[in-house]
């Protein structure tokens, strides 16, 4: 179930507060400033900076 729209537009990476865009094919929020990218369990975003894990490079 792809996450909703308005939240979204409200959600930000808690490490340098710059926004994410959600990867819909891999059901993922991703940072592009920090290079990381943030699971998404049971429709709820775990937007926790331990967390996060790193981008394949």
């Known amino acids: 179930m ?9 959600l930000a990476c808690p490490k340098c ?7 819909e094919a891999k ?3 991703i940072c592009n400033n920090c290079c990381v990218y943030y699971s998404i369990v ?6 926790l900076i331990d967390e996060a894990k790193p981008l394949p490079a």
């Open 2 to 10: 792809p996450l909703d729209k308005e939240l979204l537009e409200i």
């Open 17 to 23: 507060k710059q926004p994410i865009h959600y990867d």
């Open 27 to 29: 059901n993922i929020l």
């Open 42 to 47: 049971d429709d709820i975003p775990v937007m």
